[in-house]
């Protein structure tokens, strides 16, 4: 009976989840930047980039979540130092036995300028549709419980008007690059706030619900430590409400081949995620071609139900460079 019972327990407080709960977050979140801020629309080396990234999340319990996130950007126009950039996001989560999914898609519109030989700032803003639905008739509620065991032709009686709700919202931020012209030295930093203008994403029924804003702050680094050899560095805070997350790491670059169009390194790294979970990572650059990949072990309280099984997460990025690739491989963005 006490499994009965905390099962639904369980299925009641994952409904009761508000439409304000936390953005999706990525550990990898240096491949998809779009996330963070429609700024970073542009901010790379080349004339087009897509991405795709794929999380799943504590498995091992029944409310894993499932997410996945698909983006495009490409530089529209030049003019001198000027460049107008166009993003496109979209992204999905889902997770417990009732589908709770949250569903964003939108475009994002970046303008950079060249301040010096070296560096580079960039401004952006997105308008994006968010969508929250949950599937109510796979779940079970307390009121349910006739006493004896779970009947589910009893109604439940929740206060849900409807099983979706929709709403829009406004983003912006800054990014800003630096790039050694001899070098792969360089670096990337970024602001972001996202739900700018508070929209109302509720089901009904149970009150007004308005999303808090998110604030992202983050930064990349790459060092030329040796002629096949880099350093690099990566950091990231978060803040939606009273939720924070900080995300370090770093790790080393090694070049296999940097011939003309065979250029070939691997990444490895390791992450920390602040109160939550250890990240190892590994990437394989090829010329135009990035794949990533990394794990989640949880160290948070929650492992006694995870066994530190956090989540796998899968990247992919292309990037469309129409001249021909430079014996000195940059890491950051140029326009």
């Known amino acids: ?187 990337n930093f970024g602001i972001g706030g996202s739900h700018l203008n508070r929209p109302e994403l509720s089901f009904g029924g149970i009150g007004p619900a308005r999303l808090p804003m998110r604030w992202s702050v983050w930064a990349e680094g790459m060092y030329e430590w040796q002629p096949d050899t880099d350093v690099w560095a990566y950091g990231s805070f978060q803040t939606m409400n009273q939720a924070k997350e900080i995300l370090l790491g770093g790790g080393v670059r090694q070049f296999l081949t940097k011939g003309l169009a065979n250029v070939t390194a691997i990444r490895a790294s390791i992450g920390w995620r602040s109160g939550d979970a250890i990240i190892p990572a590994l990437q394989l650059e090829r010329n135009n071609w990035l794949a990533g990949l990394s794990y989640d072990i949880n160290i948070s309280d929650f492992e006694q139900a995870t066994r530190k099984q956090g989540g796998v997460e899968i990247a992919l990025v292309y990037r469309l460079i129409p001249v021909e690739v430079s014996k000195v491989v940059k890491c950051c963005p140029v326009f």
Do not use: C
Request: charged letters at 10%; zero cysteines.
């Open 1 to 187: 009976m006490r499994t009965i019972i905390l099962y639904l327990l369980g299925s009641y407080l994952l409904l009761l989840v508000p439409a304000s709960a936390q953005d999706l977050h990525f550990s990898q979140f240096y491949l998809h930047p779009q996330h963070l801020s429609p700024a970073a629309a542009g901010a790379f080396s080349g004339n087009l980039r897509v991405s795709g990234i794929y999380r799943s999340q504590w498995r091992s319990v029944p409310v894993n979540y499932q997410t996945y996130g698909v983006a495009a950007d490409w530089k529209a126009l030049k003019r001198g130092k000027s460049l107008l950039a166009i993003g496109l996001l979209a992204q999905q989560d889902q997770a417990g036995d009732g589908q709770l999914s949250w569903t964003q898609g939108g475009l994002n519109l970046s303008a950079g300028h060249t301040l010096g030989s070296n560096s580079k700032l960039s401004v952006g803003f997105g308008a994006n549709a968010l969508q929250r639905t949950v599937d109510i008739s796979h779940l079970s509620f307390k009121n349910q419980w006739n006493g004896d065991n779970y009947d589910p032709n009893l109604p439940s009686k929740e206060p849900f008007g409807r099983s979706s709700g929709l709403a829009a919202t406004l983003s912006a931020g800054v990014h800003f690059s630096l790039q050694s012209p001899n070098s792969r030295t360089g670096l």
